[in-house]
T-cell receptor
Framework: QKEVEQNSGPLSVPEGAIASLNCTYS??????FFWYRQYSGKSPELIMF????GDKEDGRFTAQLNKASQYVSLLIRDSQPSDSATYLC????????????FGTGTLLAVQP | DTAVSQTPKYLVTQMGNDKSIKCEQN?????MYWYKQDSKKFLKIMFS???????INETVPNRFSPKSPDKAHLNLHINSLELGDSAVYFC????????????FGPGTRLLVL
């Protein structure tokens, strides 16, 4: 059973702090990982993707991948109230198809 | 100029009815997907088509039948609707079939009474 696990939260951080969102996955065959943000009542929108071990930075967001530990994380620096949303971690399984397995999401609340 | 669009946005219907949801993408992508998001917000893949060919067919009741008339369109027909089918159904597309970012449509909120 291929699974992606996330703490459902809510994760509450004060405005301006670093929010750290974590995700683990069960299948070592997973190759690519995606972080999506979903506001209440809206569709998921891509924040970042990461394929290789290490860190990848994009503005206030940093994705980290550790394939040995089967661990993916997303750091949000200088958190803003507008970052309050559910963050979905997803891993791709199956080399020939783009099958995304999603975690249940972590609800982030940034307190002004 | 919405990239991935779905119709209808909302669908309220009675148990036992048959309904369809339509999806269109104007991104020129080859691959399209249907996802179901339940009341606990868990998002699960149902089907995927690549250039009109079915490539992912998860364990879904055969009351659900996808159809892709061309690579820009993917429809979902649901027969004999049940209460448990109530969910948000998202269509998505990606440029190719492997390791590509998926872009989601706005979702169709289905409520079965």
């Amino acid at each position: 059973q291929k699974e992606v696990e996330q703490n459902s939260g809510p994760l509450s951080v004060p405005e301006g702090a670093i929010a750290s969102l974590n995700c683990t996955y069960s299948d070592r065959g997973s190759q690519s990982f995606f972080w999506y943000r979903q506001y209440s009542g809206k569709s998921p929108e891509l924040i970042m993707f990461i394929y290789s071990n290490g860190d990848k930075e994009d503005g206030r967001f940093t994705a980290q991948l550790n394939k040995a530990s089967q661990y993916v994380s997303l750091l949000i620096r200088d958190s803003q109230p507008s970052d309050s949303a559910t963050y979905l971690c997803a891993g791709t399984y199956g080399g020939a198809t783009n099958k995304l397995i999603f975690g249940t999401g972590t609800l982030l609340a940034v307190q002004p | 100029d919405t990239a991935v669009s779905q119709t209808p946005k909302y669908l309220v219907t009675q148990m036992g009815n048959d309904k369809s949801i339509k999806c269109e993408q104007n991104l020129g992508h080859d691959t399209m997907y249907w996802y179901k998001q339940d009341s606990k917000k868990f998002l699960k893949i149902m089907f995927s088509y690549n250039n009109k060919e079915l490539i992912i067919n998860e364990t879904v009741p055969n009351r659900f039948s996808p159809k892709s008339p061309d690579k820009a369109h993917l429809n979902l027909h649901i027969n004999s609707l049940e209460l448990g089918d109530s969910a948000v159904y998202f269509c998505a597309s990606s440029r190719r079939r492997d390791k590509e970012t998926q872009y989601f449509g706005p979702g169709t909120r289905l409520l079965v009474l």
